[in-house]
Structure formats: C-alpha cells, structure tokens
C-alpha cells in the first residue's frame, strides 16, 4: 500500500501549518529549540538537486544553511538543496516561518558509498 499525503511539511507531526509559534513550538520547560544548535545526518541526499549534478556530495568544511521548501532543507549559499532534514526537525519550519535564520558547516561526508552521507553541524545565526 502507497502512503498519501501533498508532500509538503505540513503532512508530517510535528510541522505548523501557519507558521506561527516558533516559542511553543521549541517545547515546554522554557527552552526554545528554535535557539538551539542541531548536529545533523542528512536525508535522501542522492534525490537533491546537489548530488544529482554532479554525482557528489559537498565536501567537509562547506558551509550550508537551513531552507524551507517542501521540506526542510540543508542547502548551498547558492541555493542548491544538498539533503533533508529529518522529520525530528519539523519545529524548524515554525523558526523559519518567525525570522531565525540557520548557517552551519559539512563536517563529514561519503560519496562513495552505496548511500551518500553527509552530516552537518548548525547553529543559529539570526532571530527576531
């Protein structure tokens, strides 16, 4: 059986559909996750528009940034997609939506493999 479902973020728990509520979406106990920095291994690496044009993954050190399209996105400065974030990270499409902006660094990555890899590293670089 197939799953269903638009193929935009908000099919997946934990996503906002309005964009608001970055605060509450970060949880209780009065931490904002929207604050916090995430260390990450991307997804389906080998369906985005980097590894499709040239066959590879970025290389460690290569600075990337967190994007909403369909779904998060971890992505070049030039816009190319390079993975998805997974669905754990769904909160971020509410920071995203209320002005935080995410930069970050590759710090390891295969492309050799019969998966590609790659794993980033993110913190928060501006916010409302």
Known sequence: MGSSGSGR????????????????????????????????ALEDIEHCDFHKAGGTVPAPGQQLRIALKKRIVAE???????????????YLAAC????????????ASNGSGAIATVSADFAPSSHP
């Open 9 to 40: 973020i908000s099919d997946y728990p934990g996503s906002s559909g309005t964009g608001s509520g970055a605060s509450t979406g970060g949880g209780g106990g009065g931490s904002d996750r929207c604050a916090q920095a995430i260390a990450v």
């Open 96 to 107: 995203l939506k209320d002005g935080w902006t995410y930069a970050g660094t590759v710090t």
């Open 76 to 90: 070049t400065d030039a816009g190319i997609t390079v993975g998805n974030l997974p669905t754990a990270y769904n």
